[in-house]
């Protein structure tokens, strides 16, 4: 489909697992060269095949129903761009409106709400990040009283960040809440029901027993002008102690396993990466934690992986 002197290319990849519809813009007045592809569309209802397990996606027809969206489509008619494709695998056909064609700003992606050097802001910029999601962000500082506006207060009556806008207006907090919601179906959350509640367990771990520590740490002595004098010594060296009992936790899985729950990257990872790869900003020292330090070298690897300081 051609918006001007933008080609816009719709497709799904072999190995993608669920399989989703993907599209790429190539600007016709350059080289040609397709720029990294966003994602538009993937199973989200049992009718599109959520209900089966995730299986990387590959060439040929679909046998039987699979979890995977396929085979797209470009319909326009009257000015309204529509999107057909195979839903299930090739159990069905479905259409739906591509709603970026209408100039609706909410129809292009989701809105965060977010301190660019948070932690728990970096986890749904991440994962949307590396799921092609397309998003916005506004800034928001909880440190200057923006986060208990009359206004923020209506979309998250908790007044913090992250926030997340749908793009059909709903709003979701909690960090750890976006990450489960937006890898719903997709391989970031194991299918297997007792890799994936591993996944909640870490999940749970993390805003429990490690980001109250390590990410308060972070803070103090990194982000609060004068912290190191403002907590003490005493407070200091109590978050240090319970810091490291939750790094000893990690060290104990990392040290013989490549990712925290299962055998792939998942959300878990995720979480943790969050504030951990951060840990020194705190007064953290990672050299005793060689499995911990390995880790977080092999998630920064991964293809599609971005730093604290990316933004969209």
């Given at each position: 489909h051609c918006r001007g002197d933008t080609l816009l290319v719709?497709?799904?990849?072999?190995?993608?697992?669920?399989?989703?519809?993907?599209?790429?813009?190539?600007?016709?007045?350059?080289?040609?060269?397709?720029?990294?592809?966003?994602?538009?569309?993937?199973?989200?209802?049992r009718w599109e095949g959520t209900d089966k397990s995730l299986r990387k996606s590959r060439s040929g027809a679909a046998k039987t129903r699979e979890n995977a969206v396929r085979d797209p489509a470009i319909f326009e008619?009257?000015?309204?761009?529509?999107?057909?494709?195979s839903v299930a695998g090739e159990s069905g056909i479905a259409i739906a409106e591509l709603l970026e064609a209408t100039g609706d700003p909410m129809a292009t992606g989701y809105t965060l709400y977010s301190m660019q050097d948070s932690g728990n802001c970096y986890k749904p910029r991440l994962l949307?990040?590396?799921?092609?999601?397309?998003?916005?962000?506004?800034d928001t500082d909880s440190r200057d009283g923006s986060t208990r506006t009359p206004d923020f207060l209506k979309l998250n009556?908790?007044?913090?960040v992250p926030l997340l806008v749908?793009?059909?207006?709903?709003?979701?907090?909690?960090?750890?809440?976006?990450?489960?919601?937006?890898?719903?179906?997709?391989?970031?959350?194991?299918?297997?029901?007792?890799?994936?509640?591993l996944a909640y367990q870490?999940?749970?771990?993390?805003?429990?027993?490690?980001?109250?520590?390590?990410?308060?740490?972070?803070?103090?002595?990194?982000?609060?002008?004068?912290?190191?004098?403002?907590?003490?010594?005493?407070?200091?060296?109590?978050?240090?102690?319970?810091?490291?009992?939750?790094?000893?936790?990690?060290?104990a899985r990392l040290s013989s396993a490549d990712w925290l729950a299962g055998k792939s990257y998942s959300v878990a990872d995720i979480a943790l990466y969050a504030y951990t790869h951060v840990a020194h900003q705190g007064g953290f020292d990672l050299a005793p934690y060689p499995?911990?330090?390995?880790?977080?070298?092999?998630?920064?690897?991964?293809?599609?992986?971005?730093?604290?300081?990316?933004?969209?």
């Open positions: 719709y497709f799904t990849r072999i190995g993608d697992a669920p399989e989703r519809i993907l599209r790429s813009r190539i600007d016709l007045t350059g080289d040609w060269v397709a720029g990294t592809p966003e994602a538009v569309l993937r199973p989200e209802t008619d009257r000015g309204r761009l529509y999107l057909l494709y949307m990040r590396l799921l092609g999601r397309p998003f916005r962000l506004v009556p908790n007044g913090k749908f793009p059909d207006g709903r709003t979701l907090s909690e960090s750890n809440a976006m990450l489960l919601h937006l890898s719903e179906g997709t391989e970031y959350l194991p299918a297997d029901a007792y890799e994936r509640a870490w999940l749970f771990f993390e805003q429990y027993s490690h980001e109250p520590y390590i990410a308060v740490a972070r803070s103090w002595l990194h982000i609060i002008d004068g912290g190191r004098e403002k907590i003490g010594a005493e407070r200091l060296a109590d978050l240090h102690r319970r810091g490291h009992l939750a790094l000893a936790v990690m060290e499995g911990i330090r390995t880790w977080l070298d092999r998630v920064a690897a991964r293809p599609g992986h971005v730093d604290i300081d990316w933004r969209p």
